[in-house]
């Protein structure tokens, strides 16, 4: 698929990897609906996307919730008369081990520590990815869905829930590519490894080392190599139903 003109969708596009995504497509000449609940962080973004001559559209929403989901797909339909692809990246963490024992005291992870990230990360997938190929199909629109996963998706401690979301994600992308390739729709993923956003930058210098040490590069992935394998997947009219591993070799 050529991306020059075509209206690509990005979940969580106001800030970190959602926003490389959003400024590499742009350069490409690519229109964006950028979703996100940061309306200051979408503006920012839209600007930027703006900034290199491309048409860009901010629009809140929640991908948890149905209703917001498919007012949301709607409207850009409406504003934009296409929709040509979607890519699946808003995501939150709320990490902690299940069972916690410090100085003879047990905590648990609570229900709402597991929920809220599927909710998110696993219910939104699911709605975005349903109102945008059924919008897609209705329009005539063909295209491709990018879901992204994670290194965690192989299971990695202290995120029960978050690696079950993004395993989960990784199955139901073959799925979803499986049942839609009749409709000129490929669906296929990404999973990261450790990459250099905004929050990890934020950690402190012992801890960003120990997180690097066991990564073959020695180093952090940065979000344009992100962007720029999401890119990929768009332009590359075979590749469907597969989740590309981007984590500079480490294995969890």
Known sequence: MQLNDKVIIITGGGQGLGRAMAEYLAGKGTKLALVDLNQERLDEAVAACKAQGVEARSYLC??????????????????FGAINGLVNNAGILRDGLTIKIKDGEMTKLSLAQWQSVIDVNLTGVFLCTREVAAKMIELKNEGAIINISSISRAGNIGQANYSAAKAGVAADTVVWA?????????VAGVAPGFIETEMVASMKPEALERMTA??????????????HSVAYILENDYYTGRVLELDGGLRL
Request: charged share 30%.
């Open 62 to 79: 929640n991908v948890a919730n149905e209703e917001q989901v498919i007012q949301t797909v709607n409207q850009i339909a409406d504003d």
């Open 178 to 186: 499986k049942e839609l390739a009749r409709y000129g729709i490929r």
């Open 214 to 227: 066991g990564i073959p590069l020695r180093r952090m992935g940065k979000p344009a190599e992100i962007a």
